[in-house]
């Protein structure tokens, strides 16, 4: 897949640009002149092999110098994007549109097409979707692993709630253990005959519910396993970092993706809503509000490693000392670390160490 600078103006470089909104079942595409914005074609293709090999067949007709703009290059138009990635295409990242770009309400989804191309052309900065390989495995991976852990928590907390409420006869054999013992000792637990309904069915269903949470904790630790390899053969110096383990570094990874994607440093920290957004109004031109866009994930990564190192890491710790005196409050040390943390990780991403480092 041919990639574009950051900087580049589409209309240099392209005679149409190809915008297409995504669905489950169904893609629709929008021909659109690079140098007037005007329509030249429109179709609607089943989202199979087939139907993509018909929208590029469509669009060959209309010109060799394309890009093509996809809303959900990750999602519902992940299999497209893989095509023209085969096929050396330029491929730019969209997001949905804007409900207030939308004149008059208008929707359809030809005229998302159209304004995906239109958006397009007029951003200053152009977005490249991320790649697959190491980086998608590891997605899958820590997506998965999430919904376990999830899961394993969600099941130990109606655990405990159902031994608080428990007949006296089950609550006693609990009485004293952390959470931890509390599972193994449910999951051990046999029914006797000569218990009433109501005993026996709760023991039978925190049993249950015991060796659920079980299942699911041991597939996240394989999940976890299978993350720390990919990690350690892709990028093993993150691994180097205080703070950084295998589960932070992998959702850093995810979300930069590979070098160019991200064109600086500030739009990396923005990305992670760790860069702090003006509010300036009037004479007042020091006044700053808190990011709460960006990737959610990447923003608990950072928090997660500022969080160890002021627990861990003695530096950490003595910038954490000296900001107290300034005046500055924890919250605020906090967000100052994750924009400090959150450059450095983009320097050290964008410049992997060399072989003869390692050595």
Request: proline share 4%; net charge positive; hydrophobic share 40%.
């Amino acid at each position: 897949m041919t990639s574009l600078t950051d900087s580049i103006d589409l209309r240099e470089v392209v005679d149409v640009v190809i915008g297409v909104d995504t669905h489950v079942h169904t893609h629709s595409a929008a021909v659109v002149d690079a140098r007037t914005g005007g329509v030249l074609g429109e179709i609607t293709v089943e989202a199979t092999c087939e139907g993509y090999a018909e929208l590029i067949e469509f669009t060959e007709r209309h010109a060799a110098l394309r890009a093509w703009a996809i809303e959900g290059t990750g999602s519902h138009g992940a299999g497209l994007t893989r095509v023209l990635s085969e096929r050396s295409e330029v491929v730019i990242e969209l997001d949905r549109p804007v409900r207030a770009k939308r004149r008059n309400g208008a929707k359809s989804d030809p005229l998302d097409a159209i304004r995906a191309a239109r958006e397009a052309l007029a951003r200053p900065r152009l977005g490249t979707p991320r790649t697959g390989g190491d980086r998608q495995a590891l997605a899958v991976l820590v997506t998965a692993r999430r919904s376990a852990i999830q899961a394993a928590g969600d099941a130990q907390r109606q655990l405990f709630a159902l031994i608080i409420a428990a007949p006296e006869q089950i609550r006693s054999r609990f009485r004293g253990q952390q959470l931890k013992t509390m599972i193994r000792t449910a999951a051990a637990m046999r029914t006797h005959t000569t218990w009433d309904l109501e005993t026996t069915t709760t023991v039978t269903t925190l049993r249950t519910l015991a060796r659920r949470s079980q299942h699911l904790q041991a597939e996240a630790d394989d999940y976890e396993k299978t993350i720390t390899a990919i990690v350690k053969s892709w990028r093993p110096d993150l691994l180097d970092q205080p703070g950084i383990g295998p589960i932070t570094a992998a959702i850093v990874l995810c979300a930069w993706s590979h070098p160019g994607r991200i064109h600086s440093e500030a739009a990396f920290a923005m990305l992670a809503g760790a860069a702090p957004i003006p509010a300036n109004s009037g004479q007042t031109t020091n006044r700053y509000r808190l990011n709460r866009h960006g990737d959610r994930q990447l923003n608990r990564a950072l928090h997660t490693i500022a969080i160890t190192r002021q627990r861990c890491h003695q530096p950490t710790r003595d910038y954490t000392a000296r900001r107290a005196t300034e005046g500055k409050n924890p919250r605020e040390i906090r967000r100052c670390l994750k924009r400090y943390i959150a450059r450095d990780l983009y320097r050290r991403l964008e410049n992997p160490p060399s072989p003869l480092d390692a050595t």
